[in-house]
T-cell receptor
Framework: SQQGEEDPQALSIQEGENATMNCSYK?????LQWYRQNSGRGLVHLIL?????REKHSGRLRVTLDTSKKSSSLLITASRAADTASYFC???????????FGKGNQVVVIP | DAGVIQSPRHEVTEMGQEVTLRCKPI?????LFWYRQTMMRGLELLIY????????DSGMPEDRFSAKMPNASFSTLKIQPSEPRDSAVYFC????????????FGPGTRLTVT
């Protein structure tokens, strides 16, 4: 079954604003990851949060994980035009060696 | 390291023709994944290998699709015969530790079947 399903949003924001996107999943996980995909390119790993972590930071990125609600959020602070991309969450099926990706959130940052 | 390398980057072919997509994973990575991305279905895992052995091919759509990994540095995904509904972007990814950790994606092959 499909895991890692983002709220189906297309987000358009001004440069300097924050962007938040959400992801929900259905079953137990080892970890949850966020990836970015620029137009016409492959996915790039951004951050991984383990099931026993609640929050993680990496530069301007902040990820939260709520295992009781089976949801995660990705916050990009002080957005830049270069942050324009699609963002995917991905979950591993517990005990499995594969990731299930959501359909992605498109974010457009207007300079 | 050059990252995951895929070829060709673009492929246009006619229905019924054989298509072969190629991938070179990052050196030392033991896991290799083939994905397909379309607007309608998103990113789907087709098959993955561990140490050159196919582990899970449950995502391969049908017998027209086959994948091989003859050695640690090369994999192919073949479609024979191709159909218009196979049009998509095909990604190869590799991982050092396992599929549930960070995966490194290639640039993809955009396949158009007319």
């Amino acid at each position: 079954s499909q895991q890692g399903e983002e709220d189906p949003q297309a987000l358009s924001i001004q440069e300097g604003e924050n962007a938040t996107m959400n992801c929900s999943y259905k079953t137990s996980i080892n970890n949850l990851q966020w990836y970015r995909q620029n137009s016409g390119r492959g996915l790039v790993h951004l951050i991984l949060i383990r099931s026993n972590e609640r929050e993680k930071h990496s530069g301007r990125l902040r990820v939260t994980l709520d295992t009781s609600k089976k949801s995660s959020s990705l916050l990009i602070t002080a957005s830049r035009a270069a942050d324009t991309a699609s963002y995917f969450c991905a979950t591993d099926l517990y005990g499995n060696n594969r990731l299930a990706f959501g359909k992605g959130n498109q974010v457009v940052v207007i300079p | 390291d050059a990252g995951v390398i895929q070829s060709p980057r673009h492929e246009v072919t006619e229905m019924g023709q054989e298509v072969t997509l190629r991938c070179k994973p990052i050196s030392g990575h033991d896991y290799l994944f083939w994905y397909r991305q379309t607007m309608m279905r998103g990113l789907e895992l087709l098959i993955y290998f561990n140490n050159n052995v196919p582990i899970d091919d449950s995502g391969m759509p049908e017998d027209r699709f086959s994948a091989k990994m003859p050695n640690a540095s090369f994999s192919t995904l073949k479609i024979q015969p191709s159909e218009p509904r196979d049009s998509a972007v095909y990604f190869c990814a590799s991982s050092l530790v396992g599929g549930h950790y960070e995966q490194y994606f290639g640039p993809g092959t955009r396949l158009t079947v007319t």
